[in-house]
């Protein structure tokens, strides 16, 4: 498949979201082994799950360390190459911008704890769920408001529009699912909530009218 076919795909490009559906397949399996007595809409929660674990510990945490010794730019491998190909997107990522260093750090190492906390509470139907589901998707939630609002609050001088796949394919879609997901978590944390609201109310009744 030749670059005239799909434009602006580079072999780095095609490699890069290779390694995205590797990752999907990999949660897709952890998912199947540990989340088969769970409800259908907890299993797909515990794909989201085991896929964030897995991006923040593989991609983000090497970016992390790349731009701690030194810059993406300046590093050299195959994960140098992969953030390097997102960076043509956003430059912030090349050069170890220190806010964007910064929500990383936070991410890989506070995210991934709560993660990982929320997929044993899931599997063990813990009482503390539904609060390091809230937790989580507030992280992560402003995670993403403080990686691109200080940039847009410049008039977006490091984010670069010009081809399709800079915009919509890492910029929109990549930062989008971390955006949709945790607003669908905390919809559902809500309605999880409310229900128990709701339950207990009848059970009250029930106690008057006996």
């Not at 088969?36 to 515990?46: A, K, P, Q, V, Y």
Request: proline letters at 3%.
């Amino acid at each position: 498949m030749d670059s005239a076919e799909l434009p602006g795909l580079s072999a780095v490009s095609l490699l890069s979201l290779s390694a995205c559906v590797l990752q999907v397949f990999c949660a897709a399996l952890l998912t199947y082994r540990y989340g088969g007595i769970t409800s259908g809409e907890d299993r797909w929660i515990l794909l989201w799950l085991f896929y964030d674990v897995i991006v923040h510990l593989t991609l983000e945490g090497p970016f992390v360390y790349m731009s701690l010794v030194g810059t993406v730019e300046t590093s050299e491998g195959p994960l140098a190459e992969l953030w390097k190909e997102y960076g043509k997107a956003d430059s912030r990522w090349l050069v170890s911008d220190p806010t964007i260093v910064s929500i990383e750090i936070f991410t890989v190492v506070l995210d991934s704890i709560l993660a990982l906390l929320l997929i044993h509470a899931i599997l063990k139907k813990k009482y503390y769920r539904h609060f390091l589901q809230i937790a989580l998707s507030v992280c992560e939630l402003y995670g993403g408001w403080m990686t691109f609002c200080p940039d847009w609050l410049l008039g977006s001088p490091h984010l670069n529009t010009s081809r399709w796949i800079y915009l919509w394919v890492y910029l929109v879609f990549f930062n989008g699912l971390w955006v949709l997901v945790p607003v669908l978590l905390l919809v559902q944390s809500w309605s999880c909530l409310k229900s128990l609201e709701l339950r207990g109310d009848n059970s009250e009744v029930i106690r008057k009218n006996m």
